[in-house]
């Protein structure tokens, strides 16, 4: 079946790193997604990698793929206030399909 | 360039009652996918269309509906709401794949808040 995992909540100190984990279960997956919700908006895709690599550098992101635990995590470096949002771990067959998502994890930076 | 826009923004309707939501894809996209995101939750596939047919369908019931124009917009229909369909729904476009090129996820819109009463 499909299914992709977060935990609810995160709570980091501004300038600190954020990691935020997930997990998913169908490794048909060749596209996986991180993707960032302000409130009151709609998606905003952060970042991608596809399923054969391991990892994937993006400016203050960095995401890493574990394909046998089928674990994904986004780190954000110097997390700032501007960082606070719901991110979400997403997981897709091709490049247009349906895109499965979880639940979400809530950032919140403090001072 | 505008993206994905959605109208309207917000609706508020009675049970039983039917809706309709509107979706113009990113200039240059041509297919449209549909989501809805429960509060709390993360956004679950309703459809996607592409050449104006359906080309895929998530686990929703017969009262969603869909239609693409050729012109690429797409509408979500809902007939006789329930107040479990209160959510914020949510279409995304994407491209062509150019030459065997993949595109990389969708562009959403900011979403119609449907709130059933």
């Known amino acids: 079946g499909e299914d992709v995992e977060q935990s609810l909540f995160l709570s980091v100190r501004e300038g600190d790193s954020s990691v935020i984990n997930c997990t998913y279960t169908d490794s048909s997956s060749t596209y996986l997604y991180w993707y960032k919700q302000e409130p009151g908006a709609g998606l905003q895709l952060l970042t991608y990698?596809?399923?054969?690599?391991d990892m994937k550098q993006d400016q203050r992101l960095t995401v890493l793929l574990n394909k046998k635990d089928k674990h994904l995590s986004l780190r954000i470096a110097d997390t700032q206030t501007g960082d606070s949002a719901i991110y979400f771990c997403?997981?897709?067959?091709?490049?247009?399909?349906?895109?499965?998502f979880g639940s979400g994890t809530r950032l919140s930076i403090r001072p | 360039d505008a993206g994905v826009t959605q109208s309207p923004t917000h609706l508020i309707k009675t049970r039983g009652q039917q809706v309709t939501l509107r979706c113009s894809p990113k200039s240059g996209h041509d297919t449209v996918s549909w989501y809805q995101q429960a509060l709390g939750q993360g956004p679950q596939f309703i459809f996607q269309y592409y050449e104006e047919e359906e080309r895929q369908r998530g686990n929703f019931p017969d009262r969603f509906s869909g239609h693409q124009f050729p012109n690429y917009s797409s509408e979500l229909n809902v007939n006789a709401l329930l107040l479990g369909d209160s959510a914020l729904y949510l279409c995304a476009s994407t491209p062509p794949t150019v030459d065997g090129q993949p595109n990389y996820g969708y562009t959403f819109g900011s979403g119609t808040r449907l709130t059933v009463v």
């Open positions: 997403a997981g897709g067959y091709s490049s247009a399909s349906k895109i499965i």
């Open positions: 990698i596809f399923s054969n690599m």
